[in-house]
């Protein structure tokens, strides 16, 4: 089975209905990646015995008359940034410990609870500090679109896992770009949510305060919106989680209509853009004018590139957590780009963390300027073309790490944002078409990308492997 080729609510309703067992889904699952992993690299590991044994009870209590939960048997990767209760929880560093987890975390605990089988754990680059998916731990993960080729980071091992068919649902998490990242380079349609949505709670507090969001990844959108009816809601660990609001989010999926109007941005004001890029995306906004939709092209939304705040609060969080290494043993075990993040945390002032929390109502202001004109924005996903594994993406021939400018300001500002693909460069690469909303309108940014995904509408999915 190649789960491409099906959507959660299809391959739920058959385990529910018993036209297909969670035992032959799992076992479906584990043959799909014993034949594509070695070349991909996109677990840390795979427990096939305990994802058999949670398949089997699964059916069992299907065969006693007990309810399953809307993702029964669903097999479920999980990226190592968080829990997942008898595996270790490695985080992509060599740092970290080989004890089993003892529990899930609040996503994983809300996805399992709701029937799914968790098959494994995802890679990721050390702590989920980058763009591309490299460890000393676990060497380079591959994108199923080309090996030569980053699948993006952080949730880049999640990503190539769905990108090739291994798993039908993935987790992943969302601190600058980890989720839209990889999406966009992997042809997948991924959705960072407001921060909140998804709780962040747990016994110890999130590893990048509050810019990262968890969420599930799926290949398509309405696959998205099915698994995120499951893990939205408040929890008490979480005092910045939100209550749930509305009809469920993939009924709200059903009556998608192209938005009668959106804004252009197609450098927001500060990202230089690769030519290539910049003509895929624009041709597939042209597309949606055609199509009906009325876009108000804006050139400049910020003039000031958000990376200064956003750093500032991203490398405090590093220096929070391993700045305590600096001088030890272990701080060569560190990837040298993070021992960077760690040192630059290290030598900011309490006045510049204020300062960059300012920034946060100074670029939501800006943005909010641009929602008095239409309720969606549309960037460019990526400001460069997907990168080589072990170096930066590329704008206009040079590497730069610059390749991922559109996404860390909307962690930043907190808004719901996704990626769909609209396109291919010449050598085949997806490309991401960055959809964003105004604060908590998730269902009007999941809506847009399950309509955009039948204009964009291209065949051509990943073959590498």
């Given at each position: 089975?190649?789960?491409?080729?099906?959507?959660?609510?299809?391959?739920?309703?058959?385990?529910?209905?018993?036209?297909?067992?969670?035992?032959?889904?799992?076992?479906?699952?584990?043959?799909?990646?014993?034949?594509?992993?070695?070349?991909?690299?996109?677990?840390?590991?795979?427990?096939?015995?305990?994802?058999?044994?949670?398949?089997?009870?699964?059916?069992?209590?299907?065969?006693?008359?007990?309810?399953?939960?809307?993702?029964?048997?669903?097999?479920?990767?999980?990226?190592?940034?968080?829990?997942?209760?008898?595996?270790?929880?490695?985080?992509?560093?060599?740092?970290?410990?080989?004890?089993?987890?003892?529990?899930?975390?609040?996503?994983?605990?809300?996805?399992?609870?709701?029937?799914?089988?968790?098959?494994?754990?995802?890679?990721?680059?050390?702590?989920?500090?980058?763009?591309?998916?490299?460890?000393?731990?676990?060497?380079?993960?591959?994108?199923?679109?080309?090996?030569?080729?980053?699948?993006?980071?952080?949730?880049?091992?999640?990503?190539?896992?769905?990108?090739?068919?291994?798993?039908?649902?993935?987790?992943?998490?969302?601190?600058?770009?980890?989720?839209?990242?990889?999406?966009?380079?992997?042809?997948?349609?991924?959705?960072?949510?407001?921060?909140?949505?998804?709780?962040?709670?747990?016994?110890?507090?999130?590893?990048?305060?509050?810019?990262?969001?968890?969420?599930?990844?799926?290949?398509r959108i309405a696959d998205a919106a099915f698994a995120l009816d499951v893990a939205v809601?408040?929890?008490?660990?979480?005092?910045?989680?939100?209550?749930?609001?509305?009809?469920?989010?993939?009924?709200?999926?059903?009556?998608?209509?192209?938005?009668?109007?959106?804004?252009?941005?197609?450098?927001?004001?500060?990202?230089?853009?690769?030519?290539?890029?910049?003509?895929?995306?624009?041709?597939?906004?042209?597309?949606?004018?055609?199509?009906?939709?009325?876009?108000?092209?804006?050139?400049?939304?910020?003039?000031?590139?958000?990376?200064?705040?956003?750093?500032?609060?991203?490398?405090?969080?590093?220096?929070?957590?391993?700045?305590?290494?600096?001088?030890?043993?272990?701080?060569?075990?560190?990837?040298?780009?993070?021992?960077?993040?760690?040192?630059?945390?290290?030598?900011?002032?309490?006045?510049?963390?204020?300062?960059?929390?300012?920034?946060?109502?100074?670029?939501?202001?800006?943005?909010?300027?641009?929602?008095?004109?239409?309720?969606?924005?549309?960037?460019?996903?990526?400001?460069?073309?997907?990168?080589?594994?072990?170096?930066?993406?590329?704008?206009?021939?040079?590497?730069?790490?610059?390749?991922?400018?559109?996404?860390?300001?909307?962690?930043?500002?907190?808004?719901?944002?996704?990626?769909?693909?609209?396109?291919?460069?010449?050598?085949?690469?997806?490309?991401?078409?960055?959809?964003?909303?105004?604060?908590?309108?998730?269902?009007?940014?999941?809506?847009?990308?399950?309509?955009?995904?039948?204009?964009?509408?291209?065949?051509?999915?990943?073959?590498?492997?």
């Amino acid at each position: 089975m190649d789960f491409r080729d099906h959507r959660l609510s299809d391959l739920a309703a058959q385990v529910r209905n018993r036209d297909l067992s969670a035992r032959e889904l799992t076992e479906a699952a584990l043959e799909r990646i014993e034949a594509v992993e070695p070349e991909l690299n996109a677990f840390v590991v795979v427990d096939a015995e305990r994802a058999m044994t949670t398949a089997a009870e699964v059916d069992n209590r299907l065969v006693a008359g007990e309810g399953v939960g809307p993702l029964a048997g669903i097999p479920l990767a999980v990226k190592d940034l968080e829990d997942a209760a008898g595996m270790p929880t490695r985080m992509g560093s060599r740092l970290s410990s080989t004890d089993p987890a003892e529990g899930d975390s609040v996503l994983v605990s809300r996805l399992r609870a709701a029937g799914c089988v968790v098959i494994g754990k995802t890679t990721t680059p050390e702590y989920g500090h980058k763009g591309a998916t490299e460890s000393g731990l676990t060497g380079v993960t591959r994108s199923p679109w080309n090996t030569d080729r980053t699948p993006g980071g952080s949730s880049g091992g999640s990503a190539a896992a769905l990108a090739s068919g291994m798993v039908p649902l993935a987790t992943g998490s969302d601190g600058g770009g980890s989720i839209r990242i990889p999406s966009a380079l992997c042809g997948l349609s991924g959705i960072k949510t407001t921060q909140g949505r998804v709780p962040n709670g747990g016994p110890t507090a999130p590893g990048s305060a509050h810019f990262s969001v968890k969420g599930p990844m799926t290949s398509r959108i309405a696959d998205a919106a099915f698994a995120l009816d499951v893990a939205v809601g408040p929890h008490p660990t979480d005092a910045q989680s939100l209550p749930r609001s509305g009809s469920p989010w993939y009924e709200a999926i059903s009556m998608a209509r192209l938005p009668s109007s959106v804004v252009w941005s197609p450098t927001m004001g500060f990202a230089e853009v690769d030519s290539e890029i910049a003509s895929v995306v624009g041709a597939a906004v042209e597309t949606l004018a055609e199509a009906g939709v009325e876009v108000i092209e804006m050139d400049e939304i910020w003039p000031v590139d958000p990376l200064e705040p956003w750093w500032n609060l991203w490398t405090a969080m590093r220096a929070r957590s391993q700045g305590h290494l600096v001088n030890t043993p272990e701080w060569d075990l560190i990837d040298e780009s993070m021992r960077f993040q760690i040192n630059w945390g290290l030598k900011l002032s309490a006045v510049d963390i204020a300062r960059s929390l300012d920034a946060i109502h100074d670029y939501n202001l800006q943005l909010d300027r641009a929602f008095e004109e239409a309720p969606l924005l549309l960037t460019p996903a990526t400001a460069g073309q997907t990168p080589r594994v072990e170096q930066d993406g590329i704008i206009n021939g040079e590497q730069t790490p610059g390749w991922v400018k559109f996404s860390y300001g909307f962690n930043l500002t907190r808004n719901p944002a996704a990626s769909v693909n609209c396109g291919f460069t010449a050598d085949g690469m997806p490309v991401g078409l960055q959809v964003i909303g105004r604060q908590l309108t998730d269902v009007s940014v999941l809506q847009a990308v399950h309509v955009f995904e039948d204009v964009f509408a291209d065949p051509r999915r990943a073959e590498a492997v």
